[in-house]
């Protein structure tokens, strides 16, 4: 299955759970799925037509599931349960979560590898349970509101229920304009919250209870490097392997990146797929091309133009369900419009970067040592004196190292500091800030190195909240499941124990990544930085025809923002050399998105 939906019927029709189920079609156009009795209503869509469209049940008929997801040690879970004497009618991976949990109760769900959001359902004591995999693959919303209780893989399903109070949560903006995305378990629907990863939801007698089940933690451990590499060479083969169908047509998405490179390469993929921008450094084609020749890769390609990119941000943002400014979300829409044409199931990288060590920033404690010698109080001031001038490299650089860590990282996106959101919105006081998301983890996180609390900020809100979030919904508009083999348990078990000093080496990032991985590839690519998925949004804003389109959006804000402000920013920008590119498109894109879900124009 790949979407999943319940609601409890509260004397509704059946039609609501049908026309909910409908709003996530793209989800799973194939097939639809339905369970219905006094209390509850569940619904879901496959991708694939083999899966099974009955209701299955437990033994004793007690206990029913839905599932999102792909379960890569399925097999092996039922051989364990055939072997305590479970019988399997099917071979649906549903039945094992059935038969699993009338074996382990909530001990299974840590069993479980892979993707995943799954609902639970006791037909004799009405309790619910809901459930969502380790590391937040997959998505998983619901709504509880007085005696209204509901959840689904997207939370666009929710508006399609008549008691469903469709409400701006204003709170969530401020953080938002942080982090670029929605970050922690509110949304910016009120009453709608998003069940974190590792945990799951006990719903019985109108009462919510969610517990942990999983929490991702360092645990460094001192090996030889040469331990390390060998033992991650053979688990990323033995994880591309797990996350291939000998049923399906499986391809791979190919930028310019190590991550994306070894993923095609090992796979043997019959395709590969890549977008880009001709605009130079924006341009990955070029290279993911020749780098295709070589490897004697099959490589389908599309360069995007800005008409294309901006006729289908509205569209973008629907497909979203919160607003989320990372540019590189739509560029991964039409990579995977590009693969849905030839393949049902894509292989993707993200995963690498945040265990492994990939971001450039990481490195930054450990090699300007020189500069952190002089006593942290000077510093402190040179970053006062600093934040005076207009943001560059170097003076972004004096300010982040007079500032504490946890007082300045949130991740890789920091868009806006708190003094700008306070004017950006007219609030002399936020109800919530940055540190009300990253406090608690940097408790957690206090015995970890500088690199492993900042890999541990990304892990727990960029790596779900951006990264995951965009490659499952982008995906999924197109109808395409992703598979995502550098988030496999065993990996992340692995990625978990290598001491940061293997990580960051000899000037490099995602060091040992890289030897695990050169074997395969040629040298330039497994030695090639991290660059991103670079999309021209900074050129784009010089230009006249779409600096009126975002002018026009700023000067009709619906009064959320000081227009004399966020004008001000993108004049700046066009007339001048100064860099607002980043600011003006997270304004632009809740812009966007707000008229989407908020207004009678959209």
Not at 85 to 94: A, H, P, R, W
Not at 422 to 427: A, F, P, V, Y
Not at 576 to 598: A, E, G, Q
Request: hydrophobic letters at 35%; charged letters at 30%; a positive charge.
């Amino acid at each position: 299955m790949c979407s999943i939906v319940g609601v409890l019927k509260n004397n509704e029709s059946s039609k609501t759970i049908i026309k909910m189920n409908e709003e996530l079609k793209h989800r799973g156009p194939n097939i639809e799925g339905y369970f219905n009795d006094g209390y509850i209503s569940l619904g879901f869509r496959s991708l694939f037509k083999e899966r099974n469209k009955e209701n299955l049940f437990n033994k004793d008929k007690s206990l029913t599931a839905i599932l999102d997801g792909n379960i890569t040690n399925y097999k092996y879970l039922r051989k364990e349960l055939e072997d305590k004497g479970y019988v399997f009618k099917t071979n649906v991976i549903s039945e094992v979560l059935l038969h699993g949990y009338d074996e382990y109760k909530d001990k299974l769900f840590l069993k479980l590898k892979g993707m995943f959001s799954f609902a639970l359902y006791n037909l004799k004591t009405n309790e619910i349970i809901i459930v969502r995999d380790k590391m937040g693959i997959k998505p998983l919303y619901y709504y509880h509101k007085d005696k209204d209780f509901m959840f689904a893989s997207e939370i666009k399903a929710f508006l399609k229920h008549p008691s469903f109070i469709k409400k701006l949560n204003k709170d969530k903006l401020s953080t938002y304009l942080s982090f670029q995305h929605s970050p922690s378990t509110d949304t910016f629907f009120e009453n709608v919250f998003k069940l974190r990863p590792g945990h799951f939801l006990t719903f019985k007698d109108n009462k919510v209870k969610i517990k942990k089940y999983y929490e991702f933690k360092f645990t460094q451990k001192e090996e030889s490097i040469e331990y390390y590499i060998k033992r991650l060479e053979k688990l990323l083969k033995e994880s591309v392997e797990n996350n291939l169908s000998k049923d399906k047509k499986v391809g791979a998405f190919l930028s310019s990146g190590v991550d994306s490179s070894y993923l095609s390469v090992v796979s043997k993929v019959d395709n590969t797929f890549t977008v880009g921008f001709k605009n130079g450094i924006y341009d990955e084609i070029t290279y993911a091309s020749k780098f295709a020749e070589k490897m004697k890769l099959n490589n389908k390609y599309k360069y995007i133009d800005k008409e294309t990119y901006f006729s289908k941000f509205s569209y973008i943002q629907y497909h979203m369900d919160e607003p989320l400014a990372d540019p590189a979300a739509p560029a991964l829409y039409f990579a995977s419009n590009l693969a849905s044409k030839d393949v049902d199931v894509v292989l993707s990288g993200e995963g690498a970067d945040e265990l492994f060590g990939g971001y450039l920033i990481y490195k930054e404690p450990y090699s300007v040592k020189m500069y952190l010698k002089i006593p942290f109080i000077i510093r402190k001031l040179i970053a006062k004196i600093a934040s005076i001038f207009p943001e560059k490299f170097g003076i972004n650089f004096l300010i982040r190292k007079g500032t504490k860590l946890e007082d300045r990282y949130i991740g890789n996106a920091n868009i806006f500091n708190e003094k700008e959101i306070k004017r950006l919105i007219n609030q002399k006081k936020l109800n919530i800030t940055f540190k009300d998301i990253t406090k608690n983890q940097y408790k957690k996180a206090i015995k970890y190195d500088e690199c492993q609390k900042m890999q541990y900020i990304d892990i727990n809100n960029w790596l779900i909240d951006d990264i995951l979030l965009k490659a499952d919904k982008m995906n999924m508009a197109n109808s395409l499941e992703t598979r995502i083999p550098f988030l496999d348990d065993e990996i992340v078990n692995i990625a978990s124990k290598i001491p940061t000093k293997y990580k960051l080496k000899d000037g490099h990032t995602k060091y040992v990544f890289r030897k695990a991985v050169s074997s395969s590839l040629n040298h330039e690519v497994s030695k090639k930085e991290k660059l991103g998925f670079p999309v021209p949004i900074r050129t784009w804003l010089k230009e006249e025809d779409i600096y009126n389109l975002v002018k026009e959006k700023f000067e009709n804000s619906h009064n959320f923002f000081n227009t004399k402000y966020i004008l001000k920013l993108l004049n700046n920008h066009y007339y001048k050399n100064i860099d607002n590119s980043r600011k003006i498109w997270t304004i632009y894109t809740f812009l966007v998105w707000y008229d989407v879900y908020f207004t009678k124009e959209a």
